[in-house]
């Protein structure tokens, strides 16, 4: 099968390799499409911690696919079943598995970091992660391109319960790169009132148009003076940071109104972790400050429920498909990636 076999930093190759042959307790996915993520243009920059140097890997988290070979003590799934795929697979047994965080588990596997991934014809299922339901089925109405999306909305929705937003609520998202515009889509769809997207790239600010914010605006030295003019004084009900920029996790509690909420989605750079906050605006303002990474298996179904209603277009927000031969040179252009919002490995041209 062809791949895109990442051989350490800076390093991707095409290549043909076997297909991978499976248990009688796995399940072979023939994959449809797999989008790109930050995350696997950091692996390409800077390599992981799951990864061992020298090791070679198969990038690639975002997956969708239809179901090509199960094991023969393989209970409920069948060939031709379509699906999206959950990455993240807990060990099953520890404190935070238990209470259905698996993705935070401190013994996680994960497609396309600690396992093979979607950058590749075929994904290996193993057992563990058939068990734990990470294979969920998408209905016909989602197109397997949209289906890869399903994994960094997930995200999104994470956020979303986090912050618990209301119905009619108002929302500043910070970036609006395919994550902030993701964030946008979701909370439009469960119906959040005034919508505000900004960002310090004039370019992304462009792109974003379309998307359904109400206000798109540059964020700089105005940024405070603007985002009181459109919300009457008073601030932001909800804050979502989706820019790995320290200055706006100080910024968002000087925009967000009195007893509103603020996630913090995007991590910041090692280095950069630790921002001036001025605890006493939480107190005063009665804050709710939370972070949140990835998602939970159940956000994960949950979000390929919400997303087949027609209201929640996820087709806009795929910009650009691409072979998987393209993918031992489109790391290194920069310009592709800030010319588009999500980039599509696609299996299906
Ligand atoms: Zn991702
Ligand atoms: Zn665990």
């Known amino acids: 099968m062809l791949a895109a076999v990442y051989k ?28 790109i993520c930050g995350t696997d243009r950091k692996i390409y920059e800077y390599g992981h911690f799951k990864i061992k140097e020298k090791n070679e890997q ?44 698996e993705q935070l588990c401190l013994d996680y596997n994960a497609f396309g970091i600690s396992w093979p991934g979607g950058f590749a014809e075929y994904v290996k299922i193993p057992e563990i992660a058939v068990r734990h339901g990470n294979l969920v089925e998408i209905p016909e109405s989602l ?5 890869a999306v399903i994994e960094p909305l997930s995200c999104c929705y994470n956020a979303y319960e986090s912050l618990n937003v209301r119905p009619g609520e108002s929302l500043l998202i910070f970036g609006a790169g395919p ?5 946008l889509i979701l ?26 914010a109400d206000y798109i605006v540059k964020s700089d030295s105005r940024i405070k003076k603007t985002i009181m003019s459109l919300t009457n004084g008073i601030g932001v009900d909800n804050i979502i940071t989706a820019a790995s920029v320290p200055e706006i996790q100080e910024e968002a509690l000087e925009l967000v ?27 005063y ?27 929640c277009n996820l087709k806009k927000i795929i910009t650009k498909k691409i072979g998987v031969e393209e993918l031992s040179t489109i790391f290194e252009d920069i310009s592709v990636f800030n010319n588009n919002m999500k980039i599509v490995v696609s299996f299906e041209r």
Request: aromatic share 4%; net charge positive; glycine share 12%.
């Open 179 to 183: 994550m902030g515009i993701l964030h």
């Open 257 to 283: 109104a009195i007893n509103g909420k603020i996630n913090f989605f995007a991590g910041l750079p090692v280095g950069k972790e630790e921002i001036k906050l001025n605890s006493n605006i939480i107190h």
């Open 58 to 101: 198969i990038l690639g988290h975002e997956i969708s696919g239809v179901i090509e070979e199960v094991g023969k003590k393989v209970d409920y799934y069948e060939k031709g079943m379509r699906i999206a795929l959950a990455p993240n697979v807990g060990c099953g047994f520890c404190e935070v598995c238990r209470k259905g965080l």
């Open 143 to 147: 197109s397997y391109e949209e289906a």
């Open 8 to 35: 350490g930093k800076k390093n991707i190759e095409v290549k043909d390799i076997p297909k991978p042959e499976i248990g009688d307790n796995e399940v072979l996915l023939k994959v449809k499409a797999c989008s």
């Open 187 to 212: 909370n439009k769809h469960l119906g959040i009132g005034m919508t505000i997207i900004t960002d310090v790239d004039e370019k992304r600010l462009k792109l974003s148009q379309g998307f359904g």
């Open 285 to 311: 303002k009665q804050l709710k400050i939370t972070g949140t990474t990835g998602a939970s298996l159940k956000q994960f179904r949950q979000t390929v429920k919400l997303s087949q209603n027609a209201g």
